[in-house]
């Protein structure tokens, strides 16, 4: 038989075990969709198999494709294992993306659920919050797959060999973002509040969660129209049919406002615990149980996460190696530079900072996610093994090797969490109106300042030091929400990833004769902590937070080429050879 456009995975059952929190587990393929949907225990226990489709440490896509999730690759990351085709400019057509076949196979589970919730004869209301659940993780779905292709074909009804919409044209990514918005307030009608559901299930979609999706979705198509407009449509695709950037703005900070004041969820902030040490922004992203952290603190103690994976080390252990691949994913540069000094202003301007010449001045009176998320101190022998110098701990384990060892780290993977939705508070009030208040700052991102140790961001203060108001919104989501996914998506909303991707990736400072450090003498002999000859690029004079000055070059820029047709990945040669009328994206 042919095979199918959309490789469709089989809706099947997945049985939730439970300690505190709402666990999934693997289907039990065994039971099929035709022997169930009997009573509303058979939509839960259908809709528990969708939580895999979840970015999490077991990847929904496959293998270490976590990372690739991740900010590696990035302007801000060194570290190039995984991905690098996609901000280098040199992805080629696949015969085949798991990105669009997995999708697909996820949005024909959604169609199976809600095809039988329409014909079940008992109680609508009773199935009222699964069938949500199967709109939220269709809009899930295509989220996924604007994010990736653009416009893609929709489709809302379970297919068989027959169905022509099998070999039909795409959709423009216009019309996928409609479907998407209308998937969402579908679950967002009948999803419960968090604070009802039980904790047997925690770990289930929200009310809020669907909001704060909804908000982000909303802002990411809402800056994609202003800062790209049509560029990236694919041949023949109707632009949209009239201007929603602004409605998308002002519901995106609505949504954001409500998950907020409503909610019920708090920053995970233990600084002022003696054992902390201040580093709330370490154990955060390793929390367990009491043995994750110096204080003895476990996820139930958490509660900013609104949207994540849940694992557990008995029931669902991570199975990645993440505390040895999360100390090589190092920072740039770039992503070194953008850490605040604790005034709150940019290193660039502040007088606190303390510049480059001895080994741990960057470090002083700095944002305390410096300190969480990449360390206290550089890791001179890195430099001298041809790293950037710097290392980083986020989402490595405590006391790793001997509390957990290599795929036994198993924290729960943060999806939406609360500090984001103050980040799309912000971002969206500033889009919406060109400018924001110092009472929407103070309810919004100022609380993540505070915990981040850092005077709070002002109108007077952007005017006074001749700042710009939405770069340093910007600078904070892009501190706050390091390594977790955001970075390559926002570069392209933006439409600033060619001028980011293009330059070249550094590493530490090494100065020059005019300007000494640690790592190289007066008359640019090197150091002990510094061995030119092992990196391969050598170095560049490039701008950072005490002026222009030499680095050390990781990744060259002659190796990046990246252009607006690389803001959208290929769709796979295999769907285009089925199905003929799929456009290609341009540039492909």
Not at 518 to 547: H, I, K, L, Q
Request: glycine residues 8%; aromatic residues 12%.
């Amino acid at each position: 038989m042919k095979k199918l456009l959309y490789i469709a995975l089989v809706g099947s059952l997945s049985l939730a075990s439970c300690q505190k929190n709402f666990i999934n587990l693997s289907p039990q393929s065994s039971i099929t969709d035709a022997a169930y949907f009997k009573q509303p225990s058979d939509f839960k226990a259908y809709t528990t198999s969708f939580y895999g489709e979840l970015m999490g440490w077991q990847s929904p896509y496959g293998g270490n494709d976590v990372y690739n999730h991740m900010d590696v690759a990035t302007d801000l990351s060194t570290y190039f294992a995984f991905s690098s085709d996609e901000s280098r400019g040199t992805l080629t057509i696949p015969t085949s993306d798991n990105r669009w076949d997995n999708s697909y196979g996820w949005i024909r589970s959604a169609n199976i659920l809600l095809a039988k919730a329409a014909a079940y004869t008992g109680s609508q209301s009773s199935i009222a919050q699964y069938v949500s659940e199967a709109y939220f993780f269709r809009a899930n779905a295509y989220y996924q797959l604007l994010k990736v292709f653009g416009g893609v074909p929709i489709v809302t009804t379970v297919l068989d060999v027959n169905s022509p919409e099998l070999f039909g044209p795409r959709n423009s990514r216009y019309e996928v973002v409609t479907q998407i918005l209308s998937d969402l307030d579908n679950a967002i009608a009948n999803l419960p509040i968090e604070q009802n559901i039980p904790s047997t299930d925690k770990g289930r979609i929200s009310k809020w969660a669907a909001e704060a999706f909804k908000a982000e979705v909303e802002l990411y198509e809402g800056t994609w129209r202003k800062y790209n407009g049509t560029s990236t449509d694919f041949a023949g695709s109707a632009g949209p049919t009239s201007d929603q950037k602004n409605q998308f703005f002002t519901d995106a900070a609505a949504l954001s406002l409500d998950v907020m004041t409503n909610g019920g969820y708090a920053l995970w902030n233990y600084n002022s615990n003696p054992a902390m040490l201040n580093q709330s922004y370490t154990y955060l992203f390793n929390l367990e149980d009491a043995g994750s952290n110096p204080a003895g603190l476990t996820k139930a103690s958490n509660n900013e996460f609104i949207l994540y994976g849940v694992y557990d080390f008995t029931l669902r252990p991570g199975g990645q190696n993440l505390s040895f691949t999360a100390y090589m994913m190092t920072p740039s540069r770039k992503m070194m530079d953008m850490f605040l000094c604790t005034d709150g202003l940019p290193p660039s301007v502040s007088p606190l900072f303390k510049g480059y010449h001895n080994v741990g001045d960057e470090y002083q009176n700095r944002d305390l996610r410096l300190l969480g998320y990449i360390g206290a101190t550089p890791t001179t022998v890195n430099l001298n093994l041809g790293g950037p110098g710097y290392g980083d701990i986020k989402f490595a384990s405590y006391n790793y090797g001997t509390y957990r060892n290599a795929d036994q780290e198993s924290p729960n993977f943060p999806i939406i969490r609360l500090a984001e939705v103050y980040l799309i508070y912000a971002e969206a009030s500033f889009e919406a109106n060109g400018s924001i208040t110092d009472a929407q700052l103070d309810a919004s991102i100022n609380l993540i300042r505070d915990r981040a140790g850092i005077a709070h961001l002002s109108n007077a203060l952007v005017t006074t030091n001749g700042l710009d108001m939405l770069t340093e919104i910007r600078r904070e989501r892009t501190l706050e929400l390091y390594h977790e996914g955001f970075r390559f998506d926002d570069l392209k909303r933006w439409g600033i990833a060619e001028a980011s991707l293009n330059a070249s990736i550094c590493g530490e400072v090494v100065g020059n004769g005019s300007y000494p450090t640690a790592f190289r003498t007066a008359t640019g002999a090197a150091t002990s902590y510094y061995v030119p000859n092992t990196y391969v690029w050598g170095e560049e004079a490039v701008p950072t937070a005490a002026g222009t000055l030499n680095c050390v070059v990781i990744d060259s820029k002659t190796n990046r080429n990246f252009t607006k047709k690389d803001y959208l990945w290929p769709l796979p040669q295999q769907q285009i050879n089925l199905a003929p009328k799929l456009k290609q994206n341009p540039g492909y």
